[in-house]
């Protein structure tokens, strides 16, 4: 988040509280928008109850409105005062500011199109620039970190998931058939699914000897694999914990290993950099 | 808990039974009181179920009002002997403690205050209570701090599981919707949760091929998600393993790293303190 | 296994080929008897499926009464070799020995004791001689020590659940009643199990809104406790192997650090002791 | 893959080609050969469901009959330039490859020999060829020397599962009997399956309150008998990338300890080796 000069001082002024969140005014905005769209997905969520439906459409419908008026307000603030307005028109939020205002403006013309609400949804993900307010990127950076030191190894592990449901899948389509619900194979590779995750509806279920025996072996399969991703992330955990700490160092007498929430030096006693800034932080791009 | 002198020699007596567990009287009444909780609580029980109420209805009730009897008695007296009675009573505990035995009382002139008797069940924390006359109180401090460290690890995580249940309930929600018993985005959001966590009741299930697409992606997600915690939790717990490990140290010649059950130092055989005054326990205050 | 001298040499043959692991004769008889037993059990799960019955019910009794036949002469004969009977008679397997042949000669008189022929299933822990046999001795004792040092940690755990179910049970009851198929407290503390632990079988699910709501919080705090168990025999596990490999010692040079698995040591190339040898193992007592 | 001198200039070519994934030629061929059998499964798969077999079956069925005449050229030239014909012959990719193409060939004659097809699904193993290609060789060779240390481990705690499963099923069958559902001890060992291992369908249920506490205890004994496979791997894959640290030496200063990834040594600066060349690969015999 460059703190670049603009030349007019209100575009600067709009830009620092609505794209920052380092002022009191930044953090004030930023908690705003949070509380109106947790507000939006509410009575996006309440509206699909027949009952709430009958009894309070109208007003709820009414605060929707509003509420799309608001976010497309700042929407069109956001492009005004930002330096770069197509690369934020572009970017990920940019896209997604969009949509989340448009289903309210077309639902009139195109029937259906009310149902696009939903793409609301994704605005939730900015709940998570509420970590940086209060202070747990750290931790978050962390998990993201290792779970990125094991995208190869999860890959392979889903690699060879996909591989288990494919065969057991058709496997089981052969013994059991259609006439004991196993339809198609795309139906059998749900159901080998639905099994080795441990899920178990029981909409389909094996009903011949033969077919209980495949099924019991996809089950102790499904339940000992869920060990591989388990093992993985841990190891990278543990791994990333371990590096993390040798990263904090004191700045008098430069000793490390400190935990993670330790505030001063325990050699030394003197005072270490503030947790959140220990590291460099792995920002979500927010322009 | 302090030891400090009462002027009453009575009301220090039962002080020290009541609130103290390191007397053998004190423990004897810890482990009465535990006793009789856990009757109340198995009567509580017996009497929902139709058969028992019919045959030894009438026994049942008298003992647990007998048992209630003795409870108000405990009350009375916790409240009498406590050097701070209205700290007593604004505590956990002592809230617990009076909604344990209102219930019985005002049942005759409330219809349905009966079913209030489930707070009751908040009492049996206080088996926990019992930990410490087990000498279990070291592991389970282990237990909690692993978990008081990990807590905003285990926070980003519930976030995240959060997030994912609303996308894929609502997602579910339109691609399903109502006439395949996905009413409500509320009742698809329950759906999502009932999938992702791998419970799969079975009561509502995707009946499109598109919605068993989605299905599968939210299973597979969730088996895998599963890894996350666990690998918090594990990382946290091998940490205060080892850290703990560093703490105890011998008497003697003040070497570190020994076994949490080693009762001798295994570099001079001198005698460790005992393992359950080893680290300053997590008291959960009582008064 | 002390190898004490017996007055005579029959007995003391029979009881080195019988009750001993160390000659080829004694391996060659525990083999066959895991053969004699693998086969009975197999002929108890035969018999209860109706089709097999019918058509090989006569030839299978035969089968069976002559190998509850020849496990009676080994109980006899274990009994007469053994230097002290009376401790074999009352030990672990002995009990299991005498259990498992009663129900045939019982039968003809007693009705419903075939039934009791599955307690012969108690004797199929015998096929965990085997692991001696076979050299997985060692890892059997490293997952038993891990789990004998987890087992503080693993009965604070359950005694958690134990809890969490009844509170939760106790919540479903009030809330859903014997209308929604929550008849009694008890059936609703089995559905908390169902659903805490994933199972998620859908004979009882919630139907209210409430319901469902207590129904989805069991879900997410069972899917994430489930971490805790984990963690516990993760971090034993991982401290056993690694003061494990503390304990294998090179005769040569006396440098440790060994892998499980080596054979030679990899300073000075040395043979190291037989992997099954290095830790004195957690012997099951026979006698 | 030894890369000896073939005596026919053409046989050599194509043996390069394709069988080995060095040269670029050779990595075409793999990515042409696996999006071949990846559309061939595909079609398998959508020939499967009645509507697409309605509509499309006939198309369908020529680009599989083109196909199954490319892979039989493939299996042709595969013998002609391979050194030793009749050591691929007998390889399990020579088999596999042998029974992908037999169906299509034997239908016509044998009915029901289209659903051997589902042996082709056996062919996607290939697709862990393209694991060498993208460099994900070295993390596929971790996991598998991980589950290659935890082998014996794994061995014991599926036996403890086996014979847990045997004991419960058979409590279960004595307890409910037929008229439950439970109508035989291989079906009970099958509810037993499902519900240790958390799947849970519901098709068989107890009734009896005796059941139904059974089977409390064969779901909490799962739900924590889990922890010990995912402990297992866990451990090893924290000892494998561990020891896989220590191996990785600069060749500048030689110190150890570089991360999996690391590119340069992080104590003088000098390029590592190449991460994919690091360690002797576990390779999987293709000849």
């Not at 500011?97 to 949804?121: E, H, Q, W």
């Amino acid at each position: 988040m460059e703190q670049e000069q603009h030349p007019h001082p209100l575009k600067n002024r709009l830009y620092v509280i609505i794209f920052g969140t380092h002022t009191s005014a930044g953090r004030a905005f930023d908690i705003g928008l949070l509380i109106a769209i947790l507000t939006s997905l509410c009575i996006v969520v309440a509206q699909s109850v027949p009952e709430i439906q009958l009894a309070y459409g109208v007003p709820l419908h009414y605060i929707e409105l509003g509420l799309t008026g608001l976010f497309t307000i700042e929407y069109l603030v956001r492009l005004y005062c930002s330096p770069k307005p197509f690369a934020y028109a572009r970017s990920y939020y940019g896209v997604v500011d969009l949509l989340a205002i448009l289903p309210t403006y077309i639902a009139p013309f195109v029937p259906g199109a009310s149902y696009m609400v939903v793409i609301r949804m994704l605005r939730i993900m900015r709940i998570f620039r509420i970590l940086r307010l209060v202070g747990y990127l750290q931790d978050s950076n962390l998990l993201l970190r290792s779970l990125l030191m094991a995208r190869r190894k999860v890959f392979i592990f889903f690699s060879t998931v996909g591989i288990l449901v494919t065969i057991f899948g058709s496997l089981i389509y052969v013994i059991e058939g259609p006439e004991h619900g196993f339809t198609s194979i795309p139906k059998s590779i749900y159901w080998a699914i639905v099994t080795i995750t441990t899920v178990g509806y029981g909409d389909i279920v094996p009903q011949t000897g033969l077919g209980k025996t495949i099924a019991s072996l996809t089950m102790l399969l499904g339940y000992s694999i869920l060990a591989v991703p388990t093992g993985i992330i841990t190891a990278e955990l543990n791994n990333e914990m371990k590096s993390h700490r040798q990263l904090v160092k004191c700045p008098n007498c430069s000793k490390s290993g400190h935990e993670t929430e330790a505030m001063f030096c325990k050699y030394c006693g003197s005072e270490l950099a503030d947790p959140d800034q220990r590291v460099v932080p792995v920002e979500t791009s927010d322009k």
